[in-house]
């Protein structure tokens, strides 16, 4: 069963239904088989403030590892730029469920891409990285074309 849950936007309905409507078409369209998964998306105030970043995908492994991950986003932009940057998170998401890309802290920091073990990388020129930010446009029009709701949002 995919489960998704929404933290911090529960007040606003139209944003909660937004971003739930538009991880649900990302993840259909990358992992178009899966059918176990937990999400849970955040929406975090002064994100790219904080820890510069617009948003971040993560497994978070409370329950299953393998199925359970968290996306967080920052609050203070657009809905445009907070679909897009969900879209480049859910490419991660699709690289952690597809074993594309592991990542390692603690004693063996680095990353293992497509099988190749990296134990120093740009975080701008990572392959991974590469992948998600060609891709997420191309998501977020996806999205865009198959639904009439964003006309109605900023």
Known sequence: ????????????????????????????????????????????????????????????????????????LNRNESYHFMLTILAHEMVHLKQYVRRELVLYSGDSLGARWKGVYCSEYDYGSAPWEKEADERELELYMAFFESCSLLRVYK
């Open 1 to 72: 069963m995919i489960g998704i849950k929404i933290k911090g936007a529960r007040s606003n309905r139209r944003l909660y239904a937004l971003i739930k409507n538009a991880a649900l078409f990302y993840l259909k369209t990358l992992c178009p088989r899966i059918r176990n998964m937990q999400l849970q998306i955040e929406i975090v105030d002064d994100l790219s403030e904080t820890e510069r970043v617009h948003g971040d995908c993560c497994q978070c492994g409370v329950n299953d590892p393998d199925t359970d991950y968290v996306i967080r």
